[in-house]
């Protein structure tokens, strides 16, 4: 059994679709959207509205951790469009989504990432692609667990939730063979980014639930420049997937 694994796809379709080949199967973490490409300020949902300097001066006091100053910019931009903000939005995002949901092979199992809209997906789910969030599935015989989202950070990413709420889904997965989800378990090393200079936020609540129940693998993204890529914690090898808008590539499981 060869099962492929993607997260962070961020808008690239074209490498989605040939994710899968020579797997029996493909697992993809959430982050289909994007919104910013960090590494080319012409592509994206924003730089597509306001042009790439208005990108790079957003980029630019996100970089510096000033926040509010980003948010405040943001606002003063959607505010300056002739059409509603959410309408704007929508519209950019459904046509992302139309692409990628095209993209995915059968079978696909996927959660939502942080910067995902979670209400959209049910207009592009199909026979063979399967969303799951706080939900397992039995992919060759293995429980797979998957968990989507992300913890409330400064950023405001469209889809953040509680601790409590993102804890719930976590404890509702019971023991698994494979954990699955967009964020890394709370462990400095899984959640440092070397390029952004910052740490993202990890889970506190997946972190203990790989102590208590020790699957064989805990899988995830978000952190596009980990400092680690792979820890083990007890008997439980945690693996970033990578950064697939970059690299194109997917992580491969395979098993007898």
């Known amino acids: 059994m060869r099962v492929h694994v993607v997260s962070d796809v961020h808008g690239e379709a074209e490498a989605l679709a040939r994710a899968g080949d020579g797997a029996d199967a493909l697992v993809c973490l959430g982050d289909l959207i994007l919104f910013i490409d960090y590494h080319d300020l012409t592509q994206g ?6 042009g790439r300097d208005n990108a790079e001066h957003l980029v630019g006091l996100r970089t510096a951790r000033r926040f509010d ?4 910019f943001s606002r003063a931009l959607w505010a300056s469009l002739d059409s509603d903000p959410q309408e704007a939005i929508e519209r ?8 990628l949901f095209a993209a995915f092979p059968d079978p696909t ?17 199909r026979d063979g692609v399967t969303v799951l969030d706080g939900q397992t599935a039995d992919i060759g015989g293995r429980r797979f667990g998957f968990v989507g989202g992300g913890l409330r950070t400064p950023m405001h ?14 404890a509702a997965l019971g023991e698994v ?10 462990v ?9 200079r910052r740490f993202e936020r990890g889970s506190e609540a997946v972190l203990e639930a790989i102590r208590a129940t020790q699957p064989d693998y805990m899988l995830f993204g978000h952190v596009h420049q980990p400092l680690a890529r792979r820890m ?24 007898d």
């Not at 950019?92 to 692409?99: E, G, P």
Request: with cysteine.
């Open 157 to 170: 990413t469209p889809y953040e939730i509680s601790d409590e709420d993102y804890a719930a889904k976590v």
């Open 45 to 50: 949902i924003f730089p597509e509205l306001f």
């Open 232 to 255: 083990r914690i007890g008997k439980t090898e945690c693996i970033n997937v990578g950064h697939f808008q970059a690299t194109g590539r997917p992580f491969a499981l395979a098993w």
């Open 109 to 125: 199992y996927l959660t939502y990432g942080n910067v995902d809209l979670p209400a959209l997906w049910k207009d592009y789910v």
């Open 177 to 186: 063979d494979v954990l699955c989800c967009h964020i890394p378990p709370a």
């Open 69 to 72: 100053e980003a948010r405040t």
């Open 92 to 99: 950019a995002v459904r046509r992302q989504y139309s692409d």
């Open 188 to 196: 400095p090393e899984l959640t440092y980014d070397v390029v952004a």
